[in-house]
């Protein structure tokens, strides 16, 4: 038996997810005493590296089917290499692609599924892992009774670790479905790190007033170099991108440092964010439920606050120069 780790590919390239969900898996693997193998979809740069953050062997499905995202489709070549290898433990990243294909490889593999995973296994006899439930107020225990689990790993929950050296290529052939979906048209965010992958974020809500003062938010986020993202009520009223919305309606996310602008800290969307290491909140409400979840707070008007909290940052970054 082996641990099989599913590591993305968009447009070719592996993210931070990737290397996450393989170190992940490595520890996984070594706590079970046995090999760790990488899985890629398609056409990828720099496969053998994946060797680097644990993999002993890479495993490449190429096929015409998988050029565009299917989940069907996904899920029936994950399967297949599951089963090819006589994997018992599958590992993917949480991420909108994870989500969308992990029930699909359960059902397929008849297999134990937990999602949003944020640990290593705190056993594997029998093999148990933990996740955030309850809105993140409660910690809750898994414990696998099927003979094949498959795990999804929460972004930013386990750091790469390069551990080891390139490793061997191996392609391998799979007859899959025919994809009954037909992309018409793919729009990407380009020039931003994703918001699942960031490691620090600078949220605004309906404190901002207007859509016309995000300049100030923006600018924070490049200094810190940071991604931005918003409350749903911001979202919804379109002053930001709905790629950009956080909570329990939209990307739930764990980064290294969340900054919480003139936001509330309504229930729903400290869902999405009380995963993080530190919490900072700006808000002129001393009131605010975000303050109860704060690592540091800041009660004041955001308007006088972030633009000197700007300046200080710029600043500070060039006398560290």
């Not at 386990?158 to 899959?176: C, D, I, N, R």
Request: proline share 5%; with cysteine.
């Amino acid at each position: 038996m082996s641990v099989l780790v599913y590591a993305e590919s968009p447009m070719g390239k592996f993210k931070k997810a990737a290397y996450e969900a393989l170190s992940y898996g490595k520890k996984v693997a070594e706590a079970l005493q046995t090999d760790c193998f990488a899985l890629v979809l398609g056409n990828a740069d720099n496969a053998a590296d994946l060797g680097l953050f644990g993999a002993q062997k890479v495993i490449q499905i190429k096929n015409a089917a998988l050029e565009s995202f299917d989940a069907a489709v996904y899920a029936a070549a994950i399967s297949e290499a599951v089963k090819s290898i006589g994997a018992d433990t599958v590992v993917l990243s949480h991420s909108s692609t994870g989500k969308a294909i992990a029930g699909r490889i359960a059902v397929r593999l008849g297999a134990g599924l937990v999602s949003g995973v944020n640990s290593l296994p705190t056993s594997v006899q029998p093999f148990s892992v933990q996740k955030s439930v309850f809105s993140g107020k409660a910690i809750a225990e898994y414990s696998f009774e099927t003979s094949i689990r498959v795990i999804s790993l929460l972004g930013n929950a386990f750091p790469p670790q390069k551990t080891g050296a390139p490793a061997p290529v191996e392609t391998m052939e799979v007859v899959l479905p025919a994809s009954k979906v037909k992309v018409l048209e793919t729009k990407r965010v380009e020039g931003t790190v994703p918001l699942p992958e960031a490691e620090i974020v600078v949220s605004a809500g309906r404190g901002m007033k207007d859509p016309s003062n995000w300049g100030m938010i923006e600018e924070m986020a490049k200094i810190l170099g940071a991604t931005t993202a918003c409350s749903r009520p911001v979202a919804d009223a379109h002053w930001r991108p709905h790629h950009e919305h956080v909570g329990q309606t939209g990307l739930a996310i764990r980064p290294n440092l969340y900054i919480a602008i003139g936001i509330s800290g309504a229930i729903q969307h400290l869902a999405g964010v009380n995963n993080s290491k530190v919490i900072v909140v700006i808000n002129k409400d001393p009131e605010a439920p975000f303050f109860k979840a704060a690592d540091y707070g800041v009660v004041g008007d955001l308007f006088e606050i972030v633009p000197k909290l700007n300046e200080a940052l710029k600043q500070f970054k060039a006398s560290a120069h």
